[in-house]
Nanobody, 124 residues
Framework: QVQLVESGGGLVQAGGSLRLSCAASGRFFSSYGMGWFRQAPGKERTFVAGINWSGGSSGYADSVKGRFTISRDNAKNTVYLQMNSLKPEDTAVYYC?????????????????WGQGTQVTVSS
């Protein structure tokens, strides 16, 4: 069973940047796609970005396209989310998750393991 631990969240002003990290334990990390989701207070958890097993393919929510970049380092069992040009509406708890397949996956029900989340707060 995979364990995922996110880090890198915090408070940042609008226009600033943060890089989230997600360290995975367990075997076969490099066999699966990974994703980032976020959940704002009172709202559903939504897809932010996903990456395939090799890092050669990725996908983004329209709201973050061009501002966020997902990447992975399979040697370190870690996936990253670089967030630039942050906006107050990006404020949420961010979760990383391991997909049930090797491809880029956008649907939360296709993910098999979740981290505990890290808070990102963007002030205006």
């Amino acid at each position: 069973q995979v364990q995922l631990v996110e880090s890198g969240g915090g408070l940042v002003q609008a226009g600033g940047s943060l890089r989230l990290s997600c360290a995975a334990s367990g075997r076969f990390f490099s066999s699966y796609g990974m994703g980032w989701f976020r959940q704002a207070p009172g709202k559903e958890r939504t897809f932010v970005a996903g990456i395939n097993w090799s890092g050669g393919s990725s996908g983004y929510a329209d709201s973050v396209k061009g501002r966020f970049t997902i990447s992975r380092d399979n040697a370190k069992n870690t996936v990253y989310l670089q967030m630039n040009s942050l906006k107050p509406e990006d404020t949420a708890v961010y979760y990383c998750a391991r997909s049930g397949s090797a491809a880029v996956v956008r649907t939360s029900t296709d993910y098999r393991g979740w981290g505990q989340g890290t808070q990102v707060t963007v002030s205006s």
